[in-house]
């Protein structure tokens, strides 16, 4: 039997996580270079919430959340926003 | 219910709809056929509410045997399935089922109120147009918990379909423009080099952000980010 891929509406949603799938497969190694501390602070960046806000959660100073932000962007090779968006999801730090 | 991978689902949902079709051509009564499938089972017209029969596992969950759900297919639908996931339902079901061929395959999630629950349940449904504009067609149900090593994923759709759901009147105030404008701020591009695409100057840009923060109520880059992919307006 032919195997098909459903089309309509969830069918993009199916096809942006299964593309999210081979990212994380691809990434893996790099990704687990993060420290816990780091990945700790890349869920938070992911869940919107801004450097003052992380230092107050984690009981660090602005400047120690920026040097994590930095690195995180180095290891990760995250050129834009939207590139920590993208492990968190494929990394399942956030739901979406 | 059976738990199945997300290839094995998609090869007995064809398989399903294969020998349902198959003996709806042969004979009147398809109860004894569909009864079989350990799925939530639902033939009906390709108007949708027009419902011809039901299977047993469909009145273990729902409540309502096949004689309930034919006779008094309004109650029955709008005491079981959530009123804008029906409206939903209602438009793009028959476009679907008039349009496409007859190969494809669509999934989709609608929310309904299983027997004993307080909430709706999130239901993935599959279905697929009819074979000619006369016959009847077939949409098979699972709970996202009960797909197996695809429930992960289905959750996660899930998550999405509904905040797709509750946002969307705010979503539809956007204009073209600014979904426009949306897409390549959720891929991460600058006001610079959005303005430099469009053609448009950096100040618009701003002007269209700004619009597009207040009525969508955005409050960070993920807030922009769940919009993005809820409604599908970027691929990763």
Do not use: C
């Not at chain 2, 499938?37 to 469909?58: A, D, G, Q, W, Y």
């Not at chain 2, 509750?166 to 073209?176: A, D, E, I, V």
Request: net charge positive; glycine share 4%; aromatic share 8%.
């Amino acid at each position: 039997m032919k195997k098909q891929y459903p089309t309509g509406p969830v069918t993009h949603k199916i096809r942006q996580l299964n593309r999210l799938d081979i990212f994380k497969q691809k990434r893996m190694a790099i990704f687990e270079t993060l420290s816990d501390r780091e990945t700790e602070v890349l869920q938070l960046i992911a869940q919107g919430k801004n450097n003052p806000k992380i230092s107050q959660e984690l009981l660090i100073s602005r400047a120690t959340v920026q040097n994590h932000r930095a690195m995180i962007r180095q290891k990760l090779d995250i050129k834009n926003e939207q590139g920590f968006m993208k492990y968190a999801l494929a990394f399942n730090l956030i739901d979406f | 219910m059976a738990h199945f991978s997300e290839s094995e689902l998609l090869e007995r949902f064809h398989l399903y709809i294969a020998s349902i079709e198959d003996q709806l051509w042969k004979r009147e009564n398809s109860g004894d056929i569909i009864d079989d499938i350990p799925l939530i089972t639902i033939i009906s017209r390709p108007e949708v509410l027009e419902f011809i029969n039901t299977n047993k596992i469909h009145q273990q969950l729902t409540g309502y045997s096949p004689e309930e759900v034919r006779e008094n297919s309004e109650a029955y639908t709008g005491n079981i399935v959530h009123s804008d996931s029906l409206k939903n339902v209602k438009k793009f079901l028959p476009e679907f089922y008039a349009r496409q061929g007859s190969h494809k395959t669509m999934a989709f999630v609608q929310y309904a109120k299983l027997l004993g629950e307080q909430e709706y349940s999130p239901l993935i449904t599959f279905t697929k147009p009819p074979k000619s504009p006369n016959s009847s067609v077939i949409r098979l149900s699972v709970t996202p918990g009960e797909m197996g090593k695809m429930s992960g994923k289905m959750e996660r759709i899930v998550k999405m379909d509904q905040f797709r759901l509750k946002h969307f009147k705010r979503f539809q105030h956007l204009t073209s423009r600014e979904i426009e404008i949306m897409k390549l701020l959720a891929y991460g591009h600058t006001n610079p080099r959005i303005a430099e695409q469009l053609f448009i100057s950096r100040q618009t840009v701003e002007t269209h952000r700004k619009n597009i923060k207040s009525k969508l109520e955005l409050g960070s880059f993920r807030d922009l980010m769940r919009f993005a992919l809820a409604f599908d307006l970027i691929e990763l």
